[in-house]
């Protein structure tokens, strides 16, 4: 959906299904919403528990801020969340 539907992040889609992956995806579990046997929605879940967060979201969501009461073990981080465009701006909860 990143790639075909929106045309985002297409220098990062290496693979024959054009899913864009980067070294988050090393940590993450991405889950897939499905109707019908389409492809729906998905969205990547990036926990502390499976290792240490990247400079890269540590910087851009300012997770430092919450470590005095939060863990990074306790944390996650949710990127890459869409639904197809069929369903955008519905009241479809696929995800």
Wanted: charged residues 20%; proline residues 3%; contains cysteine.
């Amino acid at each position: 959906m990143y790639v075909a539907e929106l045309t985002l992040l297409t220098s990062i889609a290496g693979d024959s299904a054009r899913r864009p992956t980067d070294a988050h995806d090393e940590h993450s579990t991405l889950l897939i919403a499905c109707a019908d046997g389409e492809r729906d929605g998905t969205m990547r879940l990036t926990f502390g528990a499976g290792g240490p967060f990247s400079a890269e979201f540590l910087d851009t969501y300012a997770m430092d801020a919450f470590f005095p009461v939060v863990a990074s073990q306790q944390m996650a981080v949710v990127t890459r969340v869409t639904v197809r465009d069929a369903h955008r701006g519905t009241a479809t909860h696929s995800i």
